[in-house]
């Protein structure tokens, strides 16, 4: 069953294009990312589907419901966490799943059922009585989650919901989030990180407004065009100064403290990157030819598109 439908959505802010023709479906169950830069018009898009902002053009539904028609229904029909956690700092753990049982219509006999099964399932038992501004970030970031679907929600819109927690309370987040996904509920989330986008079932690569691809993760990697060579040297920021323009190079980037080289052919890059490098006094420790990661896919499909937009 189809949970979420875009057909050609555009949204623009006077001669400003956030959102260029969009076209997508997301079925029930699924885990449906959204990757791309700051700017990239993944959170506009998200505020469209869940009836919050309206589209300029094009159509979309989401649990069946029109955006541009029936922002109520859909309102009642999803969870939204936003970058920000929409809690009280001011109240309690529980005075805030209290106040969100109350604000998404949760009957009153399921109340102490549904608080029993945030606090469990965020860890926070122990926190309950404790003011939710002393948090640690990790911490909100679940009661947060916890809160967005008390009402348990069909569908759940998460707008970059881990940026600034750390990688192990990144990894809880999304076990939380596989949890709901294995119970049938629909995940669409939005993200910029590497790492989470290969936790998605599908997804979708943003750029500049426009989706630029769309597919299971392991598809976009295996669908990369050019050869990929690791080069490791003593210093990877010249190295990718060196590379950057040479015969046979296609691009260089940093990945870890090592350098990515796309080439146009793997042997002859190889001789490509020794002689550019020792026309700067450079000397690469190891060259292999490696498989390209998610991130790698992106950079080059980013590329192609005319680059990410400049902050």
């Known amino acids: ?18 959102v260029d023709r969009v076209t997508f479906t997301v079925e029930s169950g699924e885990i449906f990312g959204f990757l791309g830069p700051n700017g990239a018009g993944k959170t506009t898009t998200i505020k469209m589907m869940a009836g919050l902002v309206p589209p300029t053009s ?13 922002s109520a229904a859909i309102k009642r029909s999803i969870g939204y966490m936003s970058q920000l956690f929409s809690l009280y700092g001011d109240l309690t753990v529980e005075e805030n799943i209290a106040f969100f049982s109350r604000l998404y219509g949760v009957p009153r006999p399921r109340r102490a059922a549904r608080r029993d099964w945030v606090l469990k399932t965020a860890g926070l038992g122990d926190q309950r009585r404790r003011l939710t501004a002393d948090l ?41 989030i596989n949890r709901l996904a294995d119970g049938g509920t629909t ?34 990697r295996g669908a990369a065009g050019e050869p990929l ?8 920021a010249r190295t990718v100064a060196a590379l950057r323009g040479a015969p046979g190079v296609v691009d260089a980037a940093m990945f ?16 490509a990157v020794a002689a550019a490098l020792g026309e700067h006094g450079l000397t690469a420790t190891r060259v292999a030819e490696v498989a390209p990661t998610l991130e790698d896919v992106f950079v080059a499909l980013v590329r192609a598109e005319g680059g990410a937009p400049v902050e």
């Not at 069953?1 to 956030?18: H, N, P, S, Y």
């Not at 094009?58 to 029109?66: E, I, K, L, M, P």
Request: glycine fraction near 8%; proline fraction near 6%; include cysteine.
């Open 229 to 236: 060579l690791e080069v490791e040297t003593d210093d990877p």
């Open 136 to 176: 640690p970030l990790g911490w909100k970031q679940r009661l947060a989650l916890g809160c967005a679907v008390l009402h348990e929600p069909p569908i759940l819109f998460l707008d970059e919901p881990t940026s600034g927690v750390d990688p192990i309370t990144r990894r809880r987040f999304w076990d939380l």
């Open 1 to 18: 069953m189809t949970a979420v439908v875009a057909e050609d959505l555009t949204k623009t802010f006077g001669d400003f294009i956030a």
């Open 187 to 220: 995940v669409f989330v939005t993200t910029h990180y590497m790492e989470e986008a290969e936790y998605c079932h599908r997804l979708a690569l943003m750029n500049r407004g426009r989706l630029i691809a769309l597919d299971a993760p392991s598809s976009l």
């Open 256 to 271: 870890g403290r090592a350098v990515h080289v796309a080439v146009q052919d793997p042997r002859a890059g190889r001789a």
């Open 58 to 70: 094009g159509r979309g539904a989401v649990a069946g419901h029109d955006i541009r028609t029936e």
